[in-house]
């Protein structure tokens, strides 16, 4: 009876931290990541862009600005609504070699580091979860990305304008490395190059466990990477 009781006690805790959690502190999310400049503005663009490709030759690295980060869907076990979670970090390192000529540029060699162990969402029991169950990230601390094969972008990126172009590389997560192709979006100026893009996958994939708590808060069996790059030149 006692014990009993002691389980029914805990369920009822349990279920009123993921109500506290869930309900009455809804979760505030941010947008997922955008460029900065109007690729709609023909007058902005052409103020950003550049005069030739050879002008974007040459070293960049990680700049101030830049954050990765994670999207996740978590639903309450007795509601049927989901809610959207982001946990983010502008702990990043990493660089990209350009190489330009005429009007084509390419990204020919890049490489990031992403310190998983500081991401942070607006809530301390989610991150801890994500850092105990789901990314495990005081076992592996660090997501990286590697090109393996060059960026080759239009003429268009020239004049500041948003071209969308794929990264494919090798992304390790959680100790799991897999070949991906990564949509971008990418603007170029003479100033800055900015990077932003996203990729979607189950968390099997990278032999990651979606977190809960307690089974009353759980995390959809997908989990979205994304990131805002801003590169400077070296």
Do not use: C
Not at 34 to 60: D, I, P, R
Not at 195 to 221: H, K, Q
Request: net charge neutral.
């Amino acid at each position: 009876m006692l014990l009993t009781i002691a389980g029914i006690g805990v369920v009822v805790v349990i279920a009123g931290v993921a109500l506290v959690y869930f309900v009455i502190f809804p979760t505030s999310s941010p947008k997922p990541f955008s460029l900065t400049t109007s690729s709609s503005s023909s007058s902005a663009s052409s103020q950003a862009g550049v005069s030739s490709a050879a002008q974007l030759a040459g070293h960049w690295t990680i700049g101030s600005g830049s954050a990765a980060g994670y999207r996740v869907r978590e639903k309450l076990a007795f509601l049927p609504a989901e809610s959207q979670a982001v946990g983010r970090t502008s702990s990043i390192t990493g660089s990209a070699t350009f190489t330009g000529s005429g009007t084509t540029v390419r990204v020919t060699r890049a490489s990031f580091d992403v310190d998983v162990e500081t991401l942070k969402s607006d809530r301390t029991m989610r991150d801890e979860k994500i850092r105990e169950i789901g990314l495990e990230s005081e076992k592996y601390p660090t997501s990286t990305f590697v090109l393996s094969a060059p960026i080759v972008l239009p003429a268009s990126a020239l004049t500041g304008r948003a071209v969308h172009v794929s990264a494919t590389g090798a992304l390790e997560i959680h100790g799991t490395t897999k070949t991906v192709t990564i949509p971008l979006e990418m603007s170029l100026s003479s100033a800055e190059v900015q990077a932003v893009g996203s990729i979607t996958f189950p968390w099997s994939e990278f032999n990651m466990t979606a977190p809960s708590i307690g089974g009353f808060v759980n995390v959809t069996n997908s989990a979205t990477m994304e990131f805002d790059l801003r590169l400077r030149r070296a």
